[in-house]
């Protein structure tokens, strides 16, 4: 070795893991593939070269398809409920503030009816209540067909 070259310092697997902040196994893949530059196989251990910060050098590949786990958006449930502390300020303080909240994803969008195109709306109308007193209801179209279940 002449004096214009200088010795290289190397490393294992377990110390360039610590280093890259790496699983050992993510490692000897990367030395396996040839990622990871100059690394080379003595026995049964890798030596792999550190650079003067002393972290070795990973060159940058392709990542491979993208995956397919989400490809399709996330349907996001809405809910509509309603709010009984509502009604009962409403009915309190004689006023018609809006009861049913509509929940779709993060956003909560507040009303007083709410129309679910060809399944019917539903309704809160403290003037105008059913013949049982109810002022919120649900109205269906009559096509519709329903299921009904008991809880025990």
Same mark, same amino acid.
Request: hydrophobic letters at 30%.
């Given at each position: 070795?002449?004096?214009?070259?200088?010795?290289?310092?190397?490393? #294992?697997?377990? &110390?360039?893991?610590?280093?890259?902040?790496?699983?050992? &196994?993510?490692?000897?893949?990367?030395?396996?593939?040839?990622?990871?530059? %100059?690394?080379? *196989? %003595? #026995?049964?251990?890798? *030596?792999?070269? $550190?650079?003067?910060?002393?972290?070795?050098?990973?060159?940058?590949?392709? *990542? #491979?398809?993208?995956?397919?786990?989400?490809?399709?958006? &996330?349907?996001?449930?809405?809910?509509?409920? !309603?709010?009984?502390?509502?009604?009962?300020?409403?009915?309190?303080?004689?006023?018609?503030?809006? $009861?049913?909240? !509509? *929940?779709?994803?993060?956003?909560?969008?507040?009303?007083? %009816? !709410?129309?679910?195109?060809? !399944?019917?709306?539903?309704?809160? @109308?403290?003037?105008?209540?059913?013949?049982? #007193?109810?002022?919120?209801?649900? @109205?269906?179209?009559?096509?519709?067909?329903?299921?009904?279940?008991?809880?025990?």
């Amino acid at each position: 070795m002449s004096n214009t070259e200088t010795s290289q310092t190397y490393i #294992g697997t377990n &110390q360039a893991a610590c280093r890259l902040h790496l699983s050992v &196994q993510r490692v000897r893949k990367l030395a396996i593939e040839g990622r990871i530059e %100059e690394a080379f *196989k %003595e #026995g049964r251990c890798w *030596k792999i070269p $550190v650079s003067a910060s002393g972290m070795p050098r990973i060159s940058r590949r392709n *990542k #491979g398809p993208k995956g397919s786990w989400r490809i399709h958006k &996330q349907e996001i449930m809405t809910y509509i409920h !309603v709010n009984k502390d509502k009604i009962r300020d409403n009915q309190t303080n004689k006023t018609h503030k809006p $009861v049913i909240s !509509v *929940k779709m994803g993060q956003k909560t969008v507040l009303c007083n %009816e !709410v129309k679910i195109p060809c !399944v019917g709306r539903f309704v809160y @109308d403290p003037e105008h209540p059913k013949n049982c #007193g109810a002022t919120i209801w649900f @109205d269906i179209e009559p096509d519709i067909p329903l299921q009904m279940s008991i809880f025990a």
